[in-house]
Every structure is written in C-alpha cells, then in structure tokens.
C-alpha cells in the first residue's frame, strides 16, 4: 500500500498503477474509519484493479460551530484498516495541499440542498460538492463508493457527476450497523453510555416504520408523528428533523398523502442530537404502491 501526500506523489503514482488501462475504485473519507467505511473499501478493492483511498477532513464542509477542531482522527488506524481492506493508494493532503489557495470556484447544487441536513448546515454540501469534484479530478477513478447512511450526499453527488460530466460510476453502498442497529458513524464516539443506549431509537424507529406503513390508511404526517414519538423514549434526544420525501429527488411527499399510495422511491430520513453531538440514519421504504390506500 503505497502513502500519498502530495498531488503530485497521487499523480506519478496512479499513473504508473493505471498504465494497461487498469480501472479505478474511489473511497473518500474523513477518515477516523470503521467498519462502514470498510465496506465500502473492499467493494472498491474487489470490482478494480487499484483501490483508492482518501483521508481528508474537509474544513470547507463544517458550519462554524462545528465539531471540525474536535473531529476524531487516527491515521495509524486507518492505514491498518485500509491495508486490510485491500487498498492499494491512500491519499491523505494536508489543507496546503488540497486548497493553496483560496477557491473562487463553488459547485452548488440547487434544489437538492435545501432539505435536511442542507437545511441545517447551511453551506455544507457546497464544501462537499467542492471538495468531492477536485477528488475525482485527482484520483480519476472509473467508479466511487459512498454510503447510503449519507443518503442526500449521494443524490447530490450523483447529480453533479451528471451535470458536470464527470465519467465515474457512483456506487451507493449499504448502511453496515453495529448490532443493535446503530448506524456506524465516526462520531458515535462522542457518545456517553447513555447517549448511545439510547441512539438506538433512530434505526429502532425506522424498522418501526418499516412496519407501520403496512397498515391501512397511514399518511405521510403520521408516519412522521410516530417515528418523532418513538425517538422521544430516548431521555437525551433532540430532533432536528424527520422528513419523508421522494428519493432521489428529494421533493417533499404532502402531509395527508397514503404512503401506502405513493409508487415511487422514498426515502425517511432522521437527524438526532444527542448532547452535541448529532446523528442521522435513513431508510428508503418499500411501500406496496396502493395497497394501503383507502
Ligand atoms: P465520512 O468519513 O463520514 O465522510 O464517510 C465517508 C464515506 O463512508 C461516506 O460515503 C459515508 O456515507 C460512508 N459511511 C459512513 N458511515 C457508513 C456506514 N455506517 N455504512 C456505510 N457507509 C458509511
């Protein structure tokens, strides 16, 4: 597994990698991995021949009162996990490296941003869509991976291979969950003993409505109203939203319409604050497509 630091060390080496038309898989991160990222580094590793990996806590996608200055970092860690994951580059810039200089260029994604976590970081997908566009243009890879824990992330991202004409597959990967359902993130370590018992209710919640939709006559408002009641069981919850929307368009599905009634993709999303620290998970649901109509 060879270290980049530089874009040029990325560059000879994934040229000299590359040569015979090898394709390319892409995994970047924010590092600090775990088990979710790990998924998505041996997908990348098993369908291409080189395997990237980048590490980089993007300072341009934290609000101003994030957790950017206390965002958990172990890069020892991670370049075990890597290497057992079969990663092949890992690509980690300092700040100098990835912006030199101030960008004057903003990739916004309209429409798709103005909705949940959009909402409530404002600016966070410009610093995502920014950063992820000078990745690809780095790495050039033929596909990359990203999780589907951040759901709204891979609609933009896929929106922005599509309008810019980026030539890489975006492949949406699983949510991987610790045993009782927690969704795998990298600040679950902020979580006190109690705060992580209880952030079970997010994926309990969404299992929950997994089966409440099958019931008759279930809008889109009350779905929401229980999935919010069953998060409030937990002591220490915040709710900063429940949304049910159509995926991936992200439009919004209205209050009094029958779940059970809507055909298309859609997508519960939930974001939770513990304390400081703030959770989000989702599911896409399976409705029957009428059957519960009434
Ligand atoms: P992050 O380091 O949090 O920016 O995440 C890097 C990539 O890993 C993103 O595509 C995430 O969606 C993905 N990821 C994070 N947690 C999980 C998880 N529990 N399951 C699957 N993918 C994940």
């Given at each position: 597994m060879i270290v980049c630091r530089t874009k040029e060390e990325l560059k000879s080496n994934l040229n000299?990698?590359?040569a015979n038309e090898k394709s390319v898989g892409f995994v970047p991160t924010m590092g600090y991995l775990h088990e979710g990222h790990g998924s998505l580094l041996r997908l990348a590793h098993e369908a291409n021949d080189i395997s990237v990996l980048s590490i980089y806590v993007n300072p341009m996608q934290f609000g101003p009162n994030e957790d950017l200055d206390r965002y958990p970092r172990d890069e020892e860690r991670d370049l075990k996990l890597a290497e057992e994951c079969g990663t092949d580059i890992v690509f980690i810039p300092s700040n100098e490296e990835m912006y030199p200089k101030k960008p004057l260029t903003t990739v916004v994604v309209n429409g798709l941003t103005s909705q949940l976590c959009g909402a409530t970081r404002p600016g966070h997908f410009d610093g995502v869509g920014l950063v992820v566009s000078k990745l690809f243009h780095l790495v050039k890879p033929d596909r990359a991976y990203f999780g589907m824990k951040d759901a709204q992330q891979v609609a933009v991202i896929e929106q922005?291979?599509?309008?810019?004409?980026?030539d890489i597959e975006i492949v949406p990967c699983?949510?991987?969950r610790e045993p009782d359902g927690l969704a795998l993130s990298s600040?679950?370590?902020?979580l006190n003993a109690e705060q992580r018992a209880g952030a079970v209710v997010l994926s309990q919640s969404l299992h929950l409505a997994e089966e409440w939709i099958k019931e008759?006559?279930?809008?889109?408002g009350s779905l929401i109203e229980r999935v919010k009641s069953h998060i409030g069981i937990a002591?220490?919850?915040?709710?900063?939203y429940v949304e049910l929307l159509h995926y991936p368009t992200l439009e919004p599905i209205e209050v009094n319409k029958y779940v059970g009634s809507i055909t298309s993709r859609i997508i519960l999303a939930l974001a939770v604050k513990f304390g400081?620290?703030?959770?989000?998970?989702?599911?896409?649901?399976?409705t029957s497509g009428g059957a519960n109509n009434v």
């Open positions: 000299q990698l590359r922005i291979v599509d309008d810019l004409n980026f699983q949510i991987v600040r679950n370590v902020y008759t006559g279930v809008t889109a002591k220490e919850a915040n709710i900063e400081t620290t703030r959770l989000i998970d989702n599911s896409l649901l399976n």
